[in-house]
């Protein structure tokens, strides 16, 4: 008997997935580490280098005042830079700082384990397949975001 459209729906398999990772990578570090929005955040500063606040928060999708608070706590914690931008007072330029680098690495060694666990039961080739089809999904949400170019065993 052929699977209707309702058997196939792959929402609800996503959203469970993302469930049992965040508790996993939740788990996995110590209370008070990188959430994934510190994730996200610091990813993309490592990427693309220095970016006005507002750039970062049309990026992220997030209202303004909602990156001023994530911005607070990485800069608190000394993992980005805040400056005014010479050529406009009122904007800020946001950096990853060389700590937020080094935080940025132990938190993807962790996430790699937490991947490796997770997705045991899927081979090299088909997570390489699995990245491959999130990534031009996200793409056609966000035609300006793009893949990193590193291996696809540190997705966020």
């Not at 965040?22 to 008070?32: K, L, Q, V």
């Not at 009122?90 to 935080?103: F, N, Q, T, W």
């Not at 899927?122 to 793409?139: C, I, K």
Request: aromatic share 2%.
């Amino acid at each position: 008997m052929a699977k209707t459209s309702v058997d196939r729906q792959l929402l609800p398999l996503i959203e469970h997935l993302a469930r049992l990772s965040r508790r996993a990578f939740e788990t996995s570090t110590a209370p008070g580490s990188l959430r994934p929005r510190h994730l996200v955040a610091l990813r993309l500063l490592s990427e693309r280098g220095p970016v006005s606040q507002q750039g970062l928060a049309d990026t992220l999708s997030l209202d303004p005042s909602n990156v001023v608070g994530l911005l607070n706590e990485l800069e608190e914690r000394g993992l980005i830079t805040r400056r005014r931008d010479p050529a406009d007072r009122r904007r800020h330029i946001v950096e990853l700082s060389p700590a937020g680098e080094d935080e940025l690495n132990l938190a993807y060694a962790r996430l790699s384990l937490v991947e490796d666990d997770l997705l045991n039961a899927l081979s090299a080739d088909e997570r390489d397949t699995l990245y491959q089809l999130l990534t031009r999904a996200v793409a056609g949400q966000e035609p300006d975001w793009e893949a990193p170019d590193e291996s696809p065993s540190c997705a966020t």
